[in-house]
C-alpha cells in the first residue's frame, strides 16, 4: 500500500469505533484464546521475551497484561549521562524548538503551544529549547520512565484524533501530534528547570495510565481536563517509570532553552532503548 493512499484511509477510517473494539479485546481474560492471541503476535512481532520478568506467555491473563508487561530489573542499566531515554522504540525527530514550531517531518511542524493543550504560559517556557519525540512500535516494551528526577507539577487530559503515529502518518498528516488526543505531563527537576512528558495517543491504543493516576483514558472526555498536583510533592526518580500505553504510541519529551547536548549517535529512525544516554 502507498502511502498516500495509507493517510487517506486514515480520514476515512472510524478510529474511535476500532480503538474501543481493540481495548475490549485487549481486556478480555479468554484462556486458551488470548494465550493464541499473545503467541501470534509475539511471533509476528518478534518480541524478546527473554528480557521480561515473566517470559513465560502463559504468565498474562490478558492481551493488555502482556503489552505491558515488566522487565527483568537488570535488563536495562541507566547511563551515565544527565538525560537518559525514557522508553524503548525509534527517534522520530529531535533538536531545537524554532520560533515555538516543533519539527514533524519534511515540510510538516506544529506549534508547542498546541501541544499543550493552547497553554500559551507554559510553551513559552520552552521557547528556544529541546524536544525530543520517540516512536514505540508494537513489539516494543511500552512503560515510560523518567528521563531524569523530577516533581510532577500538573497533568492534563487533551481530547483529539487518533491517527496512526507511525513515521508514513508523521510525513503524511499535518500537526499529527498536537492533533491527536495526548496527556501531557508537566515536571521540574532538581535544578527547578521544567520539562514536559507527552504522552500521544493513537490508533487502536486503548488507553493510557501514569503511576500516580492510573488509567487517565477512558473516559474519554470532550474538553481538556487538569490535575493539579502543586500540593502533593510527588517525586519520581530518575529511570522510575511514568505511566506506560496500553498498546503503542509515541513520546514527545520538551526541555527548555540551555547547554543541552544530544547523543552524537542519534539521528531520525534510529531504534534505542530505554536508560541509553539520551543528552548532556
Not at 516494543?140 to 523518567?146: A, G, L, Q, S
Request: a neutral charge; proline letters at 5%.
Amino acid at each position: 500500500m502507498s502511502e498516500r493512499l495509507f493517510v487517506l484511509l486514515q480520514h476515512l477510517m472510524p478510529k474511535l469505533a476500532m480503538t474501543q473494539f481493540a481495548g475490549c479485546i485487549a481486556n478480555w481474560e479468554a484462556g486458551a484464546l488470548t494465550q493464541w492471541i499473545i503467541r501470534r503476535f509475539i511471533a509476528r512481532y518478534q518480541v524478546d521475551m527473554s528480557e521480561a520478568a515473566a517470559s513465560d506467555p502463559a504468565a498474562y491473563a490478558s492481551f493488555n497484561a502482556f503489552f505491558t508487561r515488566a522487565l527483568r530489573a537488570d535488563a536495562r542499566p541507566l547511563a551515565a549521562a544527565r538525560l537518559i531515554c525514557p522508553v524503548d522504540g525509534a527517534i522520530s525527530q529531535f533538536g531545537r524548538i524554532e520560533r515555538e514550531q516543533i519539527f514533524q517531518a519534511k515540510g510538516r511542524s506544529y506549534s508547542s503551544t498546541a501541544l499543550l493543550a493552547g497553554d500559551a504560559t507554559l510553551a513559552r517556557r520552552f521557547d528556544d529549547g529541546h524536544f525530543a519525540t520517540i516512536y514505540l512500535s508494537p513489539r516494543d516494551y511500552h512503560r515510560i520512565h523518567m528521563p531524569c528526577a523530577g516533581r510532577l507539577l500538573d497533568m492534563r487530559y487533551v481530547p483529539g484524533e487518533l491517527y496512526s503515529v507511525n513515521p508514513a502518518t508523521a510525513r503524511g498528516v499535518d500537526r499529527l501530534f498536537a492533533r491527536n488526543e495526548r496527556v501531557v505531563c508537566n515536571f521540574e527537576d532538581e535544578d527547578g528547570q521544567p520539562f514536559v512528558m507527552v504522552l500521544v495517543g493513537a490508533t487502536i491504543v486503548g488507553s493510557m495510565a501514569t503511576v500516580w493516576h492510573g488509567v487517565v483514558n477512558p473516559p474519554r472526555r470532550a474538553e481538556v481536563c487538569l490535575w493539579d498536583y502543586r500540593d502533593q510533592d510527588i517525586r519520581l526518580a530518575r529511570g522510575e517509570e511514568m505511566g506506560r500505553f496500553l498498546l503503542g504510541s509515541t513520546v514527545v519529551l520538551l526541555f527548555p532553552a540551555g547547554p543541552l547536548s544530544f547523543d552524537a549517535g542519534w539521528h531520525a529512525a534510529k531504534p534505542v532503548r530505554l536508560g541509553e544516554a539520551m543528552a548532556d
